[in-house]
């Protein structure tokens, strides 16, 4: 039996991939590739820095004795300093150039964003994932006629694919917003304590070499962008700007989730439910929406971490203050396990959502006659009848069958009344003809053609090889 607290987002919920990324060994091994990279690029630029020095430094870049580490740094109360002395110890004939002339914000801050730059591009895959996903279910339903709804009352009628379009659409503005975070993404580089890069210029005492040092860096690390002009850390907008992207994607997650859950509920659409699955302790018939409604409360977790970087970023002091670093270990890390579970559970759903046609049609023809008045009318006038009249008539009509319905539980009879009116002169069957479904949802089934041609798939085709290849599993 486990003695600590586990995360449930790291015990339960994200892959074992999102959880190597922001593990102790992720980190602090690549505190270490900066620091070998800190060194490379010193020597370059002509500080007296061994190849010897650096193979070594390298040797050891994944051996790390944390008891060691969590020994100094009770000793020190420092957790960089701890670990450039245990690295110290590995590495013995290049202890005294480990960490030359950075501060620590050189390795935590660069580790950050080269965490979440990795990090974003498993969340890149599994949300094209689902929008892959999502495009064979739009396809397969285009022509699914069912109840489309305002104020979840019966508006007029829709396509269960169009309905999807809408899902996919919220994903390809997440993506699109992805995009920009990868491309704008920037390392801190190395400036030093108050961002002036002062120790450096102490160092080479010549400012041509030192304005080298932070593109040669971000070279040997693999990122292109570093900010310009920095105090000590990078500033934590950056943070910020990379949460609210992760929470755009919950909040489209948790879109679908409920109208999932809404569908759910009338009985036309249900998440997959395995042979084995239990929906509820209780009463053992229930098929609970349990994914749809486990993405609502992730995405709630993600909204309520968006924030923290919000307020970070908007309370440093001038150059420095060591009021973000408890914050940040805690809040990025989480809102990415948060996201990439999201995404999990999104991609396992819409893989098997099942539709159930029998059901949405009956619930259309529920509603139907009171959606098809206006084709009546126009009918009933071709025949000869005044419109006006016609028109009270239809209003009177339907407030009697409504009555029907609501007072009495009786079916709706709005079909009988009006082919029983003289007035209208049409027969029940040219009313039904009148009332077919599949000629009352507009263009819903060639919007979903030409969507899915002009812009989801010029999209899936560019990104191929990063999303065909994945399999998501969900863990509870």
């Not at 061994?50 to 420092?78: G, N, P």
């Not at 269960?160 to 704008?184: C, M, N, P, Y």
């Amino acid at each position: 039996m486990e003695k600590t607290y586990v995360t449930p987002l790291s015990g339960r919920y994200a892959s074992k991939e999102m959880n190597e990324i922001w593990s102790n060994d992720s980190r602090y091994s690549t505190w270490r590739r900066l620091w070998v990279a800190l060194a490379e690029t010193e020597k370059e630029l002509g500080i007296d820095i061994t190849d010897e020095q650096i193979a070594e430094m390298k040797t050891h870049v994944e051996d790390i004795d944390y008891d060691v580490v969590a020994q100094r740094e009770r000793e020190c109360r420092h957790d960089v300093m701890a670990h450039v002395y245990e690295f110290g110890t590995k590495c013995p004939s290049a202890k005294g150039i480990i960490h030359l002339g950075a501060t620590s914000c050189y390795v935590t801050d660069n580790a950050e964003v080269i965490l979440m730059s990795k990090a974003l591009e498993i969340i890149k895959e599994k949300l094209l994932l689902v929008i892959a996903n999502l495009k064979e279910f739009a396809i397969k339903n285009k022509d699914v006629t069912c109840l489309g709804y305002t104020h979840f009352q019966a508006a007029q009628l829709t396509t269960v694919g169009k309905r999807a379009t809408l899902w996919i659409q919220d994903l390809l503005e997440d993506l699109e917003e992805l995009e920009f975070v990868q491309s704008h993404l920037k390392l801190l580089g190395c400036k030093g304590t108050t961002g002036t890069q002062e120790s450096f210029m102490k160092l080479f005492k010549d400012e041509e070499k030192v304005k080298q040092i932070d593109k040669k860096i971000a070279e040997k690390v693999g990122l292109a962008n570093v900010f310009a002009v920095s105090g000590q850390t990078y500033t934590r907008k950056q943070d910020s700007r990379v949460l609210n992207l992760l929470a755009e994607i919950a909040q489209s997650a948790a879109k679908f989730a409920n109208d999932l859950r809404l569908l759910q509920h009338e009985k036309e659409l249900e998440e997959p439910f395995e042979k084995g699955q239990i929906g509820s302790s209780a009463m053992a018939y229930k098929r609970n929406p349990m994914r749809s409604e486990r993405i609502n409360s992730l995405s709630r977790h993600i909204l309520a971490l968006t924030q923290d970087p919000m307020i970070t970023a908007s309370t440093q002091w001038l150059e420095r203050t060591l009021d973000d670093s408890a914050n940040r270990r805690i809040c990025i890390p989480e809102a990415f396990l948060a996201a990439e579970a999201i995404l999990i559970l999104y991609a396992n759903i819409t893989s098997g959502i099942v539709v159930y046609p029998n059901v949405i049609k009956s619930n259309i023809m529920k509603e139907l006659p009171f959606m098809g008045t206006e084709e009546i009318l126009m009918n009933a006038v071709l025949k000869g009848g005044d419109r006006q009249e016609l028109h009270e008539k239809i209003r009177v009509h339907s407030m009697a069958a409504t009555m029907e319905v609501k007072e009495y539980g009786r079916p709706n009879d709005l079909v009988d009344r009006i082919a029983g009116d003289e007035a209208f002169g049409l027969t029940k069957e040219e009313i039904l003809k009148i009332l077919n479904p599949d000629h009352l949802c507009g263009r819903a089934p060639g919007q979903v053609e030409d969507f899915i041609k002009e812009q989801v798939n010029p999209i899936l085709n560019k990104y191929k090889d990063l999303y065909q290849n994945i399999n998501v599993e969900v863990n509870v």
